[in-house]
């Protein structure tokens, strides 16, 4: 079987073909992260907070629209900044990781984790510079919009880092080759 062919099937009957998969990843024993304490990666850890604070300001910013409550808007404010704190501590221990193993940049799960999260921070600065001097006008209805983009891309890209590591076995405990299956 040639490695194309061997890349493109999976043990799974149910995976759609579209999805990248590689048959001696499911037999590897998959990638430590090199960005751990006592084996534990460190970047699922700090991913957590900046998740929950983005997704926390999309709500406070469509509770402020129903409810014109400058509570919600002040809320929403302090949340991106403190989703942008936390992301840029996440994307720092995702990049390394990015840098270091180079299994993780032969993905298309890869390079989109890393596009799309870089592309959600980017516009995080820029939700943040928005509402910089007046939070509550910010809000309408480019701050909405901004958050509703940013939690999108950040639900997708958490879909690409699920399958970086439950497809493809990146940052797992195993003594794989970093470089490939």
């Known amino acids: 079987m040639s490695e194309t062919q061997e890349r ?13 998969s590689d048959d001696r990843e499911f037999r590897d024993t998959g990638v430590p992260s090199t960005v751990a304490v006592a084996g534990h990666p460190i970047h699922p850890i ?6 929950a604070f983005l997704v926390g300001a999309l709500l406070t910013d469509a509770v402020f629209w129903f409810t014109d409550d ?3 808007a002040r809320g929403s404010f302090w949340l991106i900044a403190a989703g942008l704190v936390g992301g840029v501590a996440a994307a720092l221990t995702g990049l390394m990781d990015f840098l270091r193993i180079g299994r993780v ?8 984790h890393l596009i799309l999260n870089v592309s959600a921070l980017v516009l995080t600065i820029i939700n943040l ?9 910010a809000v309408l209805p480019w701050g909405l919009v901004i958050s509703v983009l940013v939690a999108t891309l950040l639900g997708i890209s958490g879909w690409y880092g699920g399958e970086l590591v439950y497809r493809h076995k990146i940052s797992v405990i195993g003594n794989g080759n970093p470089n490939q299956p």
Do not use: C, D, M
């Open 70 to 72: 400058s509570f919600w």
């Open 129 to 137: 510079v928005l509402r910089w001097n007046n939070p509550i006008s």
């Open 8 to 20: 493109s099937s999976t043990p799974y009957p149910n995976i759609p073909a579209f999805l990248e």
């Open 105 to 112: 940049r032969k993905r298309t799960a890869g390079w989109a």
């Open 46 to 51: 700090l991913v957590q907070f900046p998740i």
